[in-house]
């Protein structure tokens, strides 16, 4: 990197093999691309690094489940407590749930994975063959259509009757627990992070909870970092009364004001522009303090810096780019995933001005009953369109959504 003189500016630009030359914008907004400089999430990282200090020492420890609206930053968080695991030398794997992916394939690939890594220890032989015993009669059943290949030692004979039984809540406790003993006797320790885990299907996310549960009870080294969407604090509550015990639930928001400032000033700093207070006020303003809008609105702005500097007359011009951006790629790729009828019932909610607002409130725009509109409901809340933060209400998961809808729709901001 060198530093030249670039539209009136001192910029820093990379030197690329054919000669041409990149200039630097230090602003991220990307799905969970670390920022060059996270701000406002110090406490939740070091509370992360005891975790994973706990396990790293063969401890068990509670697992966490950071839940929070789209663009919050909680897949930037696992990626980064990612890098706090490679420094205590903890076994991880990084699953990422969907609506259409298969948890029960997936799990037995990653876990699979975290066994053969503790193989090397000679002295755990026994627990490794056990697990792998384990593993194998689990990936028979639940991989009977050769999605993955069982992949292991044909000399191993699968631990029949113990992780084969077809009641996946068992088997999975039979797996981690197996696993986790490996861990415990060839001085490992593992770390499982999930992201987008809402997407888990009930009896999957059960027997998560059952497994992870025993685990513990076991004291194995063995934990949990998973992210979602709101409503995962009342799925997990639903399915297992003892959930809010085994997990630490966090609630991640947008960055108060302070910590918003750093998010955009620090990156420009580091490169020798510096920001108006003015400026900032503005994007602070308008984006919410949402950390995805303000690297998107960081980016835009850096396009029209003048003397080494981004003034409030900079951030408007950058204004129509930023929200332009958005439209077709943050909301529209979202929106598009959505049925009509999803989206008859969404552009209701907007009609109804506040959010969040009740179902009662959207069926009288749809000029139908509660009941017709309840399962159009149910696949919003499914699809991650739509949580209800409070019972018999419903909001949008992804923040300034209405706004995005009131552009495609010409709604009326209601006063």
């Known amino acids: 990197m060198i530093f030249i003189e670039y539209k009136d500016i001192i910029a820093v630009i990379i030197i690329l093999e054919e000669g041409d030359c990149v200039l630097i914008n230090p602003y991220t907004p990307g799905a ?3 920022p060059s400089y996270l701000a406002g999430r110090d406490d939740t990282i070091q509370a992360a690094k005891e975790i994973i200090a706990y396990v790293a020492h063969g401890y068990p420890a509670r697992s966490v489940i950071y839940y929070g609206l789209r663009g919050v930053g909680k897949t930037v968080l696992l990626n980064k407590i990612e890098e706090i695991a490679d420094e205590y030398n903890v076994l991880y794997e990084h699953i990422e749930v969907s609506e259409r992916s298969s948890f029960k394939n997936a799990i037995s690939l990653h876990l699979q994975k975290l066994i053969r890594q503790m193989s090397v220890k000679a002295k755990a032989k026994g627990y490794f063959q056990k697990a792998l015993s384990v593993l194998k009669a689990f ?11 069982v ?9 029949v009757g113990v992780s084969d039984t077809g009641n996946f809540s068992n088997d999975l406790t039979e797996l981690l627990v197996s696993m986790g003993a490996l861990a415990k006797n060839s001085e490992s320790a593992v770390c499982l992070f999930i992201d987008e885990i809402q997407y888990l299907k009930d009896d999957e996310f059960e027997a998560l909870i059952t497994a992870l549960h025993r685990a513990n009870q076991k004291g194995l080294p063995v934990t949990l970092v998973a992210a979602g969407l709101p409503k995962v604090t009342k799925i997990a509550g639903d399915i297992k009364s003892y959930a809010e015990r085994l997990f630490s639930f966090i609630s991640i928001g947008s ?7 750093l998010a955009l000033a620090e990156p420009a700093k580091q490169l020798g522009i510096s920001y108006s207070e003015d400026a900032i006020a503005e ?3 308008i984006t919410e303090g949402y950390p995805y809008f303000l690297q998107e609105y960081g980016k835009q702005a850096w396009e029209f810096i003048k003397n080494n500097a981004i003034d409030l007359e900079a951030v408007k011009a950058a204004y129509p780019a930023f929200e332009k951006s958005l439209d077709d790629s943050f909301f529209k790729v979202r929106y598009d995933r959505a049925t009509p009828k999803e989206k008859e019932f969404m552009v209701a909610m907007v009609e109804c001005g506040e959010l969040p607002c009740t179902v009662a409130q959207i069926a009288a725009k749809m000029n139908t009953a509660v009941q017709s509109v309840s399962p159009v409901r149910g696949q919003l809340i499914y699809k991650g369109f739509i949580y209800a933060p409070r019972y018999g209400e419903v909001d949008f998961t992804v923040p300034q959504f209405n706004q995005y809808i009131r552009r495609v729709h010409a709604i009326k901001q209601i006063n």
């Open 32 to 34: 969970g691309l670390i």
């Open 139 to 149: 990936k028979i059943t639940y991989s009977p259509e050769g999605e993955i290949s």
């Open 151 to 159: 992949g292991v030692n044909d000399e191993i004979d699968a631990a």
């Open 255 to 261: 960055l108060e004001s302070e910590s918003a400032k």
């Open 283 to 285: 994007i602070i303003r």
